[in-house]
């Protein structure tokens, strides 16, 4: 399991739950003993014996490297002969925070990789921190617990986030120039900063040398609730353009054409099936005052999840830097509350049998694709799930999927194994990609 996917999995925790739909999908978590090689369920804490364990379960060790990456440190070190010292990424005390303010929530991450460390201020607001001593950057992300699923017009959520992306001004940086000084520095959208939008969260990141932190913060800190929206016009009227060409661009993928007539098949009436970037009509009818309606679920210190992660430097400094640009951020008098109807809302038309379409679009291939039910991000199988995709489908012609199919259809395919999920109803979609000349009707047999 990734850092990030880690980092995500954590938040999307938080996130406010779902009830599970009548129609229960089937539990994963038998699957994985037929798996050939499982990654362990516990690994010993001392780094000493981790070295030893490692060296007496090359294969465990493969299938822990495979699930996460950062494994891969104790595989280097055996082959290296290196101390077990180096193995240690972080030396971060959390036990040294002594504001009030700041409360401690776990560190059960301690001893392991990644280690994550979850506070959570007094104001509600939520903070993960993955301390890593051996990165040379500083990785801080704002994630939001709202989205398209609150959107009153379809879009709203991601035009927001085009607008706070750095397009608007605020208390201490004029229009555009968040991003302009993260530029100054270096930085470069997408790789080292960017922002998205989906049904259950929007998030804004950077990743910049440890010594402009601060400014990351400052800027997170106004992003939040000191946007001025109110002059914005020439912003909005860009944004909508930009906005307008990500639409022409996705619905001219075939990805994106088959998993919305996916969700529109399995999953019509549930808000899951919701399109997050709008569409032409919807976004230009978005103005000032419905984004400035949708930024008052910003201002809510309950709703944001600041991760921090890399060399975060010392826990005095990240104390200081909490207190002095979140710690006097209060709920706002007039927020409004998360609508409970769209949040909590299971799907009102599951399917009784299976469906099927077909979708006629220009190009010199075709495919094949299956959408199901899966497990949502409130049940543990969620990850289990998605763990079990990735592995079907990774490793391209060399996937064991690929070569049983490619094996038993005498063709040569492609494969994309994916999931859908939300914190309610969730799809897994697998697709086959095949040459053009293939007759799709005896692929399914």
Known sequence: MGLLSTITDKVKGWFAAAP?????????????????VAAPQTLPKNQQELL???????????????????AQLIKDAIANNTSS????????DSKQFSSPRIQFVDDSGAGSMPRIIELKMDNGMKVLLVPDDTASKVHLSSVYSVGSNQDPIPGTAHALEHIAGGGAASSSFKKGEMTDLYEYHGAKAES?????????????????????????????????????????DDVLKREK?????????????????????MKDLTIPNSIANNNV????????????????????????PSNLTLVVSGKIGSPQR?????????????????????????????????????REQTILKAGDSKALALAYRGPNYTEKDCFVMSFILEALSKRGPKSRLVKKLTEAKKIN???????????????????VHVDKIVDLDELKA
């Open 277 to 300: 970037i709008g569409t032409k009509e919807s976004v230009a009818s978005i103005d000032k005052q419905k984004l400035q309606d949708f930024y008052q679920y910003y201002k809510d």
């Open 85 to 92: 010292s180096n193995l240690e990424h972080s030396s971060f």
């Open 318 to 354: 990240l104390e200081h830097l909490l207190l002095n640009y979140f710690a006097n951020k209060e709920k706002p008098a007039q927020v409004k509350p998360k609508p409970i109807d769209i949040l909590k809302r299971p799907s009102q038309s599951p399917p009784a049998k299976d």
């Open 413 to 431: 395919i492609g494969l994309d194994c994916s999931p859908l999920p939300s914190k309610g109803d969730s799809l897994n979609l697998i697709i």
């Open 192 to 232: 080292d900063y960017n922002a998205g939008t989906c049904g259950d969260f929007t998030f804004y990141w950077a990743s910049l040398d440890p010594s402009l932190l601060e400014l990351m913060m400052k800027v997170e800190s106004e992003r939040m609730d000191q946007l001025d929206l109110n002059d914005i």
């Open 20 to 36: 599970k739909p009548a129609e229960q999908a089937v539990p994963v978590s038998s699957v994985l003993p037929q798996l050939p």
């Open 52 to 70: 030893v364990w490692a060296e007496a379960n090359p294969l465990k060790l493969d299938a822990l490297i495979a699930k996460n990456p950062q």
């Open 241 to 261: 353009s930009l906005i307008n060409s990500e639409i022409d661009m996705i619905n001219d993928r075939t990805g994106h054409l088959i998993a919305n007539a």
